[in-house]
Structure formats: C-alpha cells, structure tokens
C-alpha cells in the first residue's frame, strides 16, 4: 500500500485540510472554531511579611481543556460538561452537570473519580463536617486533603512546584513530588510548564494547541521601600458561553526561609484571586483586591477578544 504523504492544501476560502501520514484514509481535519478570550493585568502586586514571589498559575474553573480547544465546565468541579453528561458516567458515578457535589457528603465529584469511587462506593467517604473549609487555599477542601494524604496547611504539599488543587484536576498526584517534571507527551514542556500554559498534558503540543496557550509577562519594580513588586498581564484566558458567568481563579505561589537552630525550611503560601467574568462582558473592568496581603493590588481586565 503507497503512503499517504502529510498534505496541506489552503483553499481559496482559508479552509486547511490536513491528510495524516500512514493512514489507510485520509482524514479530513478543520481547525477548531475560534473561542473568546479575555486579557489580566495585575497591577501592583507586592508580597509580604518577606514572602517571595516564585510562580503564577491562573485558570478558568468553568472550562476544561480537550486537546485543542477549550469545553465547558458549567458547576466548575473539574470535570467537562461533556463528561458528566454522558449516560455510562453519570449513572457509574452519581454526578451531575449542575452541582460540583452530586451525592451532598462535601466531596467534590472530581474527587470521587480521582479515588476510583463509583456510586456504590461513595459511602466510604464519611460526611465531611467542615464542609468547604480550604485552609492553604490550594482548591482542596480540608477533608478532600485529608483523604488524599495531602497537608492541608501547605498548598504544595509534595513541594513540586504545583499546588495541590491543580494537581489534582489535571490527573497528577499532589504526593508525588518527580511528577512536576515529567513531560507525559513528549513535547517538551514538563507538566508544570503545561499546566502554567492551561494546555494538554497528554496531547503533544502543535499549532492549534500553541495558539489558545497560556501567555504572561511579568515586569518587575521596587516600591518606595526597595522591595521587589510585579506588573503582570496574562492572555488568552479562554471564556465559556455559561450562564452562571466564568469563575477566573489566579495563584500566586510565594516562599520565606524560615530557620531554626540549625535548619533552615522553606514556607510556602498561595495567595488566591478569583473573579467572576460574565460570557457577554464588553468593556474594560479595574478590580480592587480587599485581601489583608494583597490590599495594593488590583485585577484588570483589560481586553476582550471576540472570536
């Protein structure tokens, strides 16, 4: 049988084809639809109490990446509205599209899934008391860090560099502190650089993932105490058309040495913003932060990319 060579033909109308090598049929694949996407500035952002600024991570809760384009996420529990929606899962695993704790014992959904428990296991989960208390505001409950073996007084618990919330919703293990590092797609961006960009760790990166990427740039400035403060602007935060508006959550990983007697070890924080962004929003916002450590600093949504 002759090969199918890789093609691309560009058609009059901007259409690409793309004829895939080794195929006994060629398959006729469209690039996906484009999506809306809106743009972040943090405005002085300084931390403090000698904290040190280490890693940004920023998502969109009410979206969930599938290769290379972004699905909805309409209860923002970590798991596609696609996903919950089918038949099989539903019924496997009592959950449902609307509600991010379907069987009410204040275990997400995504956890049950992440511990292999299907419906007639969930009971093995006791009723959690403290319902949604998140103590280093990682994205874990307390109970959830509990039943994972995670420290709920330390956002990254495996110290890996990725707090532990986002560990979990991307299939990593917050325990397991190689697997930051790891490259599952062998394209050459460790999973820590895949979840910072909001892109696939389990699809190779190409064109189309590349294009709806996380992109930041981070400027640095001293304040009038010669302590180090940040300017950044983040892009392309993807937009889903949900009714209950887009919940844009930001990380700030932050570090202090701490020593004592002899040893030294290092703390670490995350500070948490989270804004709600409507899926009809057509106009420049500027959001104060009323947070103790971050009362300078201010969230600006600053465009608003029409697909």
Same mark, same amino acid.
């Given at each position: 049988m002759i090969k199918l060579l890789k093609i691309i033909l560009v058609l009059v109308t901007g259409t690409?084809?793309?004829?895939?090598?080794? /195929?006994?049929?060629?398959? =006729?694949? +469209?690039? %996906?639809?484009?999506?809306?996407?809106?743009?972040?500035?943090?405005?002085?952002?300084?931390?403090?109490?000698?904290?040190?600024?280490?890693?940004?991570?920023?998502?969109?809760?009410?979206?969930?990446?599938?290769?290379?384009?972004?699905?909805p996420d309409f209860d923002r529990d970590g798991l596609s509205d696609e996903f919950e929606l089918n038949v099989d899962t539903r019924e496997n695993y009592r959950i449902h599209v609307g509600s991010p704790d379907a069987n009410g014992d204040n275990y997400s959904d995504l956890i049950n899934i992440s511990l292999g428990l299907d419906r007639d296991n969930q009971f093995r989960?006791?009723?959690?008391?403290?319902?949604?208390?998140?103590?280093?505001?990682?994205?874990?409950?307390? /109970?959830? *860090?509990?039943? +994972?073996?995670?420290?709920? =007084?330390?956002?990254?618990?495996?110290?890996?560099?990725?707090?532990?919330?986002?560990?979990?919703?991307?299939?990593?293990? %917050? !325990?397991?502190? !190689?697997?930051?590092?790891?490259?599952?797609?062998?394209?050459?961006?460790?999973? +820590?650089? *895949?979840?910072?960009?909001? !892109?696939? =760790?389990?699809?190779?990166?190409?064109?189309?993932?590349?294009?709806?990427?996380?992109?930041?740039?981070?400027?640095?400035? =001293?304040?009038?105490?010669?302590?180090?403060?940040?300017?950044?602007?983040?892009?392309?935060?993807?937009?889903?058309?949900?009714?209950?508006?887009n919940a844009i959550r930001i990380y700030l990983m932050e570090s202090r040495l701490e020593v004592g007697g002899t040893e030294s070890q290092e703390i670490r924080e995350l500070q948490q913003i989270n804004v709600i962004v409507d899926r009809l929003v057509i106009h420049e916002a500027i959001i104060p932060i009323k947070k103790n450590n971050l009362t300078r600093t201010q969230l600006e949504i600053i465009n608003l990319d029409e697909p």
């Amino acid at each position: 049988m002759i090969k199918l060579l890789k093609i691309i033909l560009v058609l009059v109308t901007g259409t690409t084809f793309f004829f895939f090598q080794n /195929c006994s049929y060629p398959e =006729l694949v +469209l690039p %996906p639809e484009p999506q809306k996407t809106i743009s972040l500035k943090l405005n002085n952002y300084c931390p403090q109490g000698a904290f040190v600024f280490q890693e940004i991570f920023v998502y969109n809760s009410s979206a969930q990446i599938n290769k290379d384009h972004f699905i909805p996420d309409f209860d923002r529990d970590g798991l596609s509205d696609e996903f919950e929606l089918n038949v099989d899962t539903r019924e496997n695993y009592r959950i449902h599209v609307g509600s991010p704790d379907a069987n009410g014992d204040n275990y997400s959904d995504l956890i049950n899934i992440s511990l292999g428990l299907d419906r007639d296991n969930q009971f093995r989960l006791s009723f959690c008391e403290s319902g949604l208390n998140d103590t280093d505001l990682d994205g874990l409950t307390d /109970c959830e *860090e509990n039943v +994972l073996s995670t420290n709920y =007084l330390d956002p990254d618990s495996d110290q890996d560099g990725i707090p532990d919330g986002l560990e979990v919703r991307n299939g990593l293990n %917050p !325990t397991d502190p !190689t697997d930051s590092r790891l490259d599952i797609d062998q394209d050459n961006l460790s999973n +820590l650089d *895949e979840i910072k960009k909001n !892109t696939p =760790l389990k699809n190779t990166n190409d064109l189309y993932i590349d294009k709806i990427s996380l992109k930041y740039n981070v400027e640095t400035y =001293l304040d009038e105490n010669s302590l180090p403060c940040y300017t950044i602007n983040i892009d392309n935060v993807p937009i889903m058309p949900v009714t209950n508006g887009n919940a844009i959550r930001i990380y700030l990983m932050e570090s202090r040495l701490e020593v004592g007697g002899t040893e030294s070890q290092e703390i670490r924080e995350l500070q948490q913003i989270n804004v709600i962004v409507d899926r009809l929003v057509i106009h420049e916002a500027i959001i104060p932060i009323k947070k103790n450590n971050l009362t300078r600093t201010q969230l600006e949504i600053i465009n608003l990319d029409e697909p």
